[in-house]
């Protein structure tokens, strides 16, 4: 089964940019998502289908994904952007849905 | 605005089911456009998908959930179900439901999520 690879952790200090990266063969290929998760609450959506913002959702969230890896931008990072993060893709060839292991973010 | 709600049992015995509903509301759960998933999450664990169902009622499970879930859909309700048989501990988590937009197979909306704890 298709497997997404993701740090455990980043940290980075407010301000500034942060990177969460999200590996698997030939991803470049397929549409990835990225979801934020805050502690006892549900993922919410921040980037689909690669670099797409759903309404509402701020600027300083972007997504690209090219090669091996998709990774998540989070530009002038703030103290509550501080969550887990979760990368997601459709598998076509099984007809599964794969989440990434997750990413904790910390804004030191 | 796209609200869903999950219910059901916060404890179930091993070995019994597990049955959880999904309570659409601000949008139907027969539109064309959209189907329905369910997640799970181990207590400070990661996200493991379930499966999804159609507004037909076609459905796909997780390869090694397949023998054991069980998802249907009650237009008349506007609401999605799931079932998991023969529980045991491992399968303790909070349980999602989450639209998911076909064009993309992305999941818009997600519900709070239910815990369900499995234990004699």
């Known amino acids: 089964s298709y497997v997404l690879t993701q740090p455990p952790s980043v940290s980075v200090a407010p301000g500034k940019t942060a990177k969460i990266s999200c590996g698997g063969k030939?991803?470049?290929?397929?549409?990835v998502h990225w979801y934020q998760q805050r502690p006892g609450q549900a993922p919410v959506l921040v980037v689909y289908?690669?670099?797409d913002r759903p309404s509402g959702m701020s600027e300083r969230f972007s997504g690209s994904n090219s090669g091996s890896a998709a990774t998540l931008t989070i530009s002038r990072v703030e103290a509550g952007d501080e969550a887990d993060y979760y990368c997601?893709?459709?598998?076509?060839?099984?007809?599964?849905?794969?989440f990434g292991g997750g990413t904790k973010l910390t804004v030191l | 605005q796209v609200q869903l709600q999950e219910s059901g049992p916060g404890l179930v015995q091993p070995s019994h089911t597990l049955s959880l509903t999904c309570a659409v509301s601000?949008?139907?759960?027969?539109?064309?456009?959209?189907?329905w998933s369910w997640i799970r999450q181990p207590a400070g664990k990661g996200l493991e998908w379930i499966g999804r169902?159609?507004?037909?009622?076609?459905?796909r499970y997780k390869a090694s959930l397949y023998s054991r879930v069980a998802m249907s859909v009650d237009t008349s309700k506007n609401h999605v179900s799931l079932e998991m048989r023969s529980v045991t501990a491992a399968d303790t988590a909070v349980y999602y439901c989450?639209?998911?937009?076909?064009?993309?197979?992305?999941?818009?909306?997600w519900g709070p999520g239910a815990l369900v704890t499995v234990s004699s």
């Open positions: 997601l893709l459709w598998d076509v060839s099984s007809d599964e849905w794969v």
């Open positions: 289908d690669d670099s």
């Open positions: 989450a639209r998911v937009v076909a064009a993309t197979r992305h999941f818009d909306f």
């Open positions: 601000g949008d139907s759960v027969s539109r064309g456009n959209y189907y």
């Open positions: 030939n991803i470049g290929t397929k549409s």
């Open positions: 169902i159609f507004p037909t009622g076609n459905t």
